[in-house]
């Protein structure tokens, strides 16, 4: 079946310097989503990429969706304290009525202040 | 957007019983979602819900043990069923991104732990 893979598991990085975290289908997605989840809470949309070689920005993030649509990142730009916290890709397939979502196993995040 | 409230928040039951776990939207969307996620762990798509027919379930979970309604477009129940303590996790509920202008909006979800 479908998998989604993510790396790094886990990265800890100072406050200031730079984050990225890949994110890898084994099947061509119709679209990739992004999610952020503090601890404790429950996974938060950040962004849907759709077309071939996308790529979106907010604020510091970066989001890129590969040619092939079977690949992602997310990079992020001069890390905060705020940005702790566990990212997951999620690869959506189109079913005839529904996209079906398979989330990626998630990247870790922790900033040292 | 759309809000999505679950209850309950959280639980502890015994071994052998059954739970039964609502989410509520506050608007009505055509796919509702409920996914598993186990500590420390990703999300794991238990079923798809469409109102009016039977839930679609992924590889390992099955009816028997997770039987799920949806009776109208705004409202689901999920039941855990015979419940062991492998199945303390966290239970949420999600809906569509067509409905919502391709954004995936998740509940809080419901802390299940399992003695």
């Known amino acids: 079946g479908q998998q989604v893979m993510q790396i790094p598991q886990y990265q800890h990085v100072q406050e200031g310097e730079d984050f990225t975290t890949y994110c890898n289908s084994s099947?061509?997605?119709?679209?990739i989503q992004w999610y952020k989840q503090r601890p404790g809470g429950h996974p938060v949309f950040l962004i849907q990429?759709?077309?071939?070689?996308e790529v979106k920005k907010q604020k510091r993030l970066t989001f890129q969706f590969g040619e092939a649509k079977k690949n992602s990142s997310l990079h992020i730009t001069a890390t905060q304290t705020t940005d702790v916290g566990t990212y997951f890709c999620?690869?959506?397939?189109?079913?005839?009525?529904?996209?079906?979502?398979?989330f990626g196993p998630g990247t870790s995040l922790s900033v040292i202040p | 957007s759309a809000v999505i409230s679950q209850k309950p928040s959280r639980d502890i039951c015994q071994r052998g019983t059954s739970l039964t776990i609502q989410c509520q939207v506050d608007?009505?969307?055509?796919?509702m979602f409920w996914y598993r996620q186990q500590p420390g762990q990703s999300l794991t798509l238990i079923a798809t819900?469409?109102?009016?027919?039977?839930?679609?379930?992924e590889s390992g979970f099955v009816i028997d043990k997770f039987p799920i309604s949806r009776p109208n477009l705004t409202f689901s129940t999920l039941t855990v069923s015979n419940m062991s303590p492998e199945d303390s996790s966290i239970y949420l509920c999600?809906?569509?991104?067509?409905?919502?202008?391709?954004?995936?909006?998740f509940g809080p979800g419901t802390r299940l732990t399992v003695l």
């Open positions: 999600s809906v569509d991104a067509r409905d919502l202008k391709n954004t995936q909006y």
């Open positions: 099947t061509t997605l119709s679209n």
């Open positions: 990429l759709v077309k071939s070689g």
């Open positions: 999620a690869g959506g397939t189109r079913k005839t009525s529904y996209d079906k979502v398979i």
């Open positions: 608007s009505q969307v055509t796919m």
């Open positions: 819900a469409n109102q009016g027919s039977e839930a679609t379930y």
